[in-house]
């Protein structure tokens, strides 16, 4: 069955750098686009970026610049490394794959930015 084990959330000051990884398994983890998501207190999920298969990047606006999605297809693995974090970044973060119509998703791992 389908795994992700989101890790590598904590808190941070602003300005700060967090990297998350996202670990999957039960799947044919190269053949698909991953994506992260993140939901803060009182808002709705929302789409931070995503990853194809064929390595091509999106980003929501309001991350760009500052965030990287990368995959690494040997370890089933993606990351979100996040730079010059800001307060308005803080929320749990969530791995999610799209396969057919189904969405799977992790635990979450929670990021905190202080001012």
């Known amino acids: 069955q389908v795994q992700l084990e989101e890790s590598g959330g904590g808190l941070v000051q602003a300005g700060g750098s967090l990297r998350l990884s996202c670990a999957a398994s039960?799947?044919?983890?190269?053949?698909?686009?991953m994506s992260w998501y993140r939901q803060a207190p009182g808002k709705q999920r929302e789409l931070v970026a995503t990853i194809t298969s064929g390595f091509s990047r999106n980003y929501a606006d309001s991350v760009k610049g500052r965030f990287t999605i990368s995959r690494d297809n040997a370890k089933n693995t993606v990351y979100l490394q996040m730079n010059s974090l800001k307060p308005e970044d803080t929320a749990v973060y969530y791995c999610?794959?799209?396969?057919?119509?189904?969405?799977?998703w992790g635990q979450g791992t929670q990021v905190t930015v202080s001012s």
């Open positions: 999610n794959l799209k396969r057919g119509n189904s969405g799977y």
């Open positions: 039960g799947f044919t983890f190269s053949s698909y686009a």
